[in-house]
């Protein structure tokens, strides 16, 4: 995101930008350093906790303020903006999730699942005006948000007619909402902002490791999370079922 007041432009506008600036990116590096310790500590401890928290408010920084300031940018605005909105619902939803008590759903909910559907409903708009204007390419990305929003608006609707969520349901409702927002996070930089990359580590596959990390690990605790218990630990024998067996 390049964010830089107009020349001439009053010292306010360009202290405001620069602060901005300065704001989304130290949100994001965080965000993503908060996020991948996050991904390794122990789910429900204190290392967990406290990343947690520091990714939940790190990527409310940094959303928060591309949120607020894509729309006006000349370049990508479609797609920071798209991805800017569709971050913060994924980590307010996420948060959520686990501030709630199991089973419950309330107005926040009600409302948020607006979010994804405005995405959906948006991405669905573009497809015939980029195809008549011949810029149907350049939408890719917002594409892409559009059916993923779309899934996660089902998944809304689901737990509101279910009346919240308890269990694995919720764990796995957090779990994947939080690791995609990691993700996007990543791509945004690993991937969007290699010219900010040093050149030895930019011609590396460094940056698409770190870049993709987020999706097989999360795939991997919602694999965990999703088996039971039983499935995850071998049956314990007892020596008189193994003197049996023999």
Same mark, same amino acid.
């Given at each position: 995101?390049?964010?830089?007041?107009?020349?001439?432009?009053?010292?306010?506008?360009?202290?405001?930008?620069?602060?901005?600036?300065?704001?989304?990116?130290?949100?994001?590096?965080?965000?993503?350093?908060?996020?991948?310790?996050?991904?390794?500590?122990?789910?429900?401890?204190?290392?967990?906790?406290?990343?947690?928290?520091?990714?939940?408010?790190?990527?409310?920084?940094?959303?928060?303020?591309?949120?607020?300031?894509?729309?006006?940018?000349?370049?990508?605005?479609?797609?920071?903006?798209?991805?800017?909105?569709?971050?913060?619902?994924?980590?307010?939803?996420? @948060?959520?999730?686990?501030?709630?008590?199991?089973?419950?759903?309330?107005?926040?909910?009600?409302?948020?699942?607006?979010?994804?559907?405005?995405?959906?409903?948006?991405?669905?708009?573009?497809?015939?005006?980029?195809?008549?204007?011949?810029?149907?390419?350049?939408?890719?990305?917002?594409?892409?948000?559009?059916?993923?929003?779309?899934?996660?608006?089902?998944?809304?609707?689901?737990?509101?007619?279910?009346?919240?969520?308890?269990?694995?349901?919720?764990?796995?409702?957090?779990? @994947?909402?939080?690791?995609?927002?990691?993700?996007?996070?990543?791509?945004?930089?690993?991937?969007?902002?290699?010219?900010?990359?040093?050149?030895?580590?930019?011609?590396?596959?460094?940056?698409?490791?770190?870049?993709?990390?987020?999706?097989?690990?999360?795939?991997?605790?919602?694999?965990?999370?999703?088996?039971?218990?039983?499935?995850?630990?071998?049956?314990?024998?007892?020596?008189?079922?193994?003197?049996?067996?023999?």
């Amino acid at each position: 995101m390049n964010l830089e007041a107009p020349p001439g432009a009053p010292w306010i506008l360009h202290f405001a930008a620069t602060l901005l600036l300065v704001l989304h990116i130290a949100g994001g590096a965080t965000g993503i350093l908060s996020g991948g310790v996050a991904m390794f500590a122990r789910k429900g401890g204190r290392w967990h906790t406290v990343a947690g928290t520091v990714f939940f408010v790190s990527m409310l920084t940094m959303t928060g303020v591309a949120a607020c300031t894509a729309p006006f940018l000349a370049d990508g605005r479609w797609t920071n903006t798209t991805a800017a909105v569709f971050t913060l619902y994924l980590v307010t939803t996420g @948060w959520a999730t686990v501030r709630r008590r199991p089973g419950e759903a309330g107005a926040f909910e009600r409302g948020a699942v607006l979010v994804p559907l405005g995405i959906a409903a948006m991405g669905l708009g573009l497809v015939p005006w980029g195809q008549a204007t011949g810029t149907a390419d350049s939408f890719a990305t917002v594409y892409a948000f559009a059916a993923i929003a779309g899934l996660a608006a089902a998944s809304d609707l689901r737990m509101i007619r279910r009346g919240g969520v308890a269990g694995r349901d919720r764990t796995v409702r957090h779990l @994947w909402r939080m690791g995609l927002a990691l993700f996007i996070a990543t791509g945004s930089f690993f991937f969007g902002q290699q010219d900010r990359i040093p050149e030895a580590i930019r011609t590396s596959i460094v940056p698409s490791i770190l870049g993709l990390a987020p999706l097989p690990l999360t795939a991997f605790w919602w694999i965990r999370t999703r088996l039971p218990r039983r499935a995850r630990r071998p049956a314990r024998v007892t020596p008189s079922e193994f003197r049996k067996a023999l």
